[in-house]
């Protein structure tokens, strides 16, 4: 907490603004599943964010589907189901199963697991469930899974904060107390080439910074990316916004509504988004600032240092990004 | 998703094995939330990762409590609680209140939101609720709330990801489309001073070129941390072990537990946890290849470039670190 007053940016009645009650929710992380199940022989699939623990003895998960859901009767019918946690590299997925199509699984590599319910290629984890219960939850209904088995692979989780699609970064604080951790934090090296650690240490703090600046405009991440993308490429509809700037199509339909209310973006005649006279001013205001704060952060660095600077970072990305031996 | 074979890490029935079904349950991220209550004239407040939204209209969350929790009683008999959602910031309490303190509101400032419910600051949203039902959920007990009022605040959501405390970064494809974002994305920048940018490039592509090492090596952030930390502090608990890792308790103990059937990790005396000879011996080995392997990334940059490169990222940082003026 910073030493500003503690003041809500916004509150009230949940009843009476559905939006902001999705943006407080939102402040929840979760990471994102894909719920699977098979009813008289056909698949089905919905993607969520409402999975939970509930107990460890009897092994007992949880998670939400909405009533008005296309694949409602499936779940409801079905013997069981299985959650698909997804890898951060299955973004894709995850909007082709919260989206209305209609052959989910054509194309999509699986395995069966018990009853047949397809369990998802790349998942970080399966997590497969007999139904045990199902529970009233207003316009959802609350499905219990007794997990019968799990199994857990490789790679970092998708998550969604805030209505965007990120992944976990070690906590800013780690790095002074485990510097020496040999994890993605800055691993501890001679004092003459710690040009890793200072880069990894270089890189939190501007970010931090940033941040900060980008906070005390009052600017959302989400309404900053909206207006970047809308400027460089006028006339997308909201899935297309959705997809370019890593926000949930939800989250992005309902920023765009907001920025419209505002006269900064405005539906053109097919009912594509696009800047106003307005947004556009607004989104160049904002590179300036960005501009103006790069420039100062830099002050102090001669044009020699600067550039043996940047050849040297570029030497590291390219070895970094080389197809890595193992 | 990687080329290797897409293979479980492991597998198995969750009764057989409560630790791998932990693990398993920790793939899916999460928020970090304290409810508090007031019952009887008393305050009450656990620390809990099943925090899930259930309902828009009406609108609806829930969470889950231990029966087992010296709370539970008091969560049972109350007409309602608040869901406090952390920020980064918050660590410590999140522990303090999964504590078994007995005074846990002793010096935590709050305010007193509906029914007299302590509402915490600092955190990122607080949702009030009345008590809507509560469901049998095996050695829990599922509460469904009806909320009443949510604010949200500035500031990052902690997360909670395998294990351990985390906070949200950008997806790393995020940069590539939306360069120009205005977001602690590199900002776009004239080219003859685009450190900032290549900065945030080269750490993206050392983060993730580590991490895949250690995954090559089979090795889980959680225990090369611990490894580390033991090496350094030789005689911690596990509640030490866990606050210096930033790992949840639980987590720290199957790992440490895990570590002590490998004999790489012992308990002496007094209780503590220490490094045997075999766990040294695997922390020295990984250290001398995250060094191996750095040095291979700074090849082929010359002296004279990686020291004024240093020296720019130096006065960055320290830039960087300045009190913001704002």
Same mark, same amino acid.
């Given at each position: 907490?910073? #030493?500003?007053?503690?003041? @809500?940016?916004?509150?009230?009645?949940?009843?009476d603004?559905?939006?902001? %009650?999705?943006?407080?929710?939102?402040?929840? $992380?979760? $990471?994102?599943?894909?719920?699977?199940?098979?009813?008289?022989?056909?698949?089905?699939?919905?993607?969520?964010?409402?999975?939970?623990?509930?107990?460890?003895?009897?092994?007992?998960?949880?998670?939400?589907?909405?009533?008005?859901?296309?694949s409602? $009767?499936?779940?409801?019918?079905?013997?069981?189901?299985?959650?698909?946690?997804?890898?951060?590299?299955?973004?894709?997925?995850?909007?082709?199963?919260?989206? &209305?199509?209609?052959?989910?699984?054509?194309?999509?590599?699986?395995?069966? $697991?018990?009853?047949?319910?397809?369990?998802?290629?790349?998942?970080?984890?399966?997590?497969?469930?007999?139904?045990?219960?199902?529970?009233?939850?207003?316009?959802?209904?609350i499905?219990?899974?007794?997990?019968?088995?799990?199994?857990?692979?490789?790679?970092?989780?998708?998550? %969604? =904060?805030?209505?965007?699609?990120?992944?976990?970064?070690?906590? @800013?604080?780690?790095?002074?107390?485990?510097?020496?951790?040999?994890? &993605?934090a800055?691993?501890? /090296?001679?004092?003459?080439?710690?040009?890793?650690?200072?880069? %990894?240490?270089?890189?939190?703090?501007?970010?931090?910074? %940033?941040?900060?600046?980008?906070?005390?405009?009052?600017?959302s991440?989400?309404?900053?990316? /909206?207006?970047?993308?809308?400027?460089?490429?006028?006339?997308?509809?909201?899935? #297309?916004?959705?997809?370019?700037?890593?926000?949930?199509?939800?989250?992005?339909?309902?920023?765009?509504?907001?920025?419209?209310?505002?006269?900064?973006?405005?539906? =053109?005649?097919?009912?594509?988004?696009?800047?106003?006279?307005?947004?556009r #001013?607004?989104?160049?205001? /904002?590179?300036?600032?960005?501009?103006?704060?790069?420039?100062?952060?830099?002050?102090?660095?001669?044009?020699?240092?600067?550039?043996?600077?940047? &050849?040297?970072?570029?030497?590291?990305?390219?070895?970094?990004?080389?197809?890595?031996?193992?």
């Amino acid at each position: 907490m910073n #030493e500003r007053v503690y003041q @809500p940016i916004e509150a009230g009645d949940p009843a009476d603004d559905l939006r902001m %009650f999705r943006r407080c929710l939102g402040q929840f $992380g979760t $990471g994102v599943a894909i719920i699977t199940t098979r009813s008289d022989g056909q698949n089905a699939g919905v993607t969520v964010n409402s999975v939970a623990s509930v107990s460890l003895e009897p092994p007992l998960v949880l998670w939400s589907i909405s009533r008005q859901s296309r694949s409602f $009767g499936a779940f409801q019918d079905a013997p069981g189901f299985a959650i698909n946690i997804l890898s951060k590299d299955q973004i894709e997925l995850s909007r082709h199963f919260s989206s &209305s199509a209609v052959h989910k699984f054509t194309g999509v590599p699986s395995r069966n $697991g018990h009853h047949d319910i397809p369990l998802l290629d790349g998942a970080v984890a399966h997590i497969e469930c007999s139904q045990e219960a199902a529970y009233d939850g207003g316009d959802h209904v609350i499905m219990i899974g007794r997990v019968s088995r799990v199994s857990r692979y490789s790679g970092d989780p998708l998550l %969604f =904060v805030q209505g965007r699609y990120v992944v976990a970064a070690d906590h @800013p604080d780690v790095d002074a107390t485990t510097a020496a951790n040999g994890t &993605s934090a800055p691993p501890q /090296i001679a004092v003459d080439s710690a040009l890793i650690p200072l880069l %990894f240490e270089a890189h939190y703090a501007l970010s931090a910074k %940033f941040d900060e600046h980008r906070r005390a405009e009052g600017l959302s991440r989400t309404v900053a990316r /909206i207006l970047a993308i809308l400027q460089d490429s006028p006339g997308l509809t909201a899935h #297309e916004v959705a997809r370019k700037t890593y926000i949930g199509i939800r989250d992005a339909e309902d920023a765009l509504a907001e920025l419209c209310l505002k006269d900064q973006v405005v539906r =053109v005649g097919n009912g594509d988004y696009t800047l106003t006279q307005a947004g556009r #001013e607004r989104r160049e205001a /904002i590179k300036r600032r960005w501009l103006d704060f790069q420039s100062e952060e830099m002050s102090g660095i001669s044009q020699g240092e600067l550039n043996a600077a940047s &050849s040297a970072l570029s030497k590291l990305l390219a070895n970094a990004s080389c197809e890595s031996a193992l």
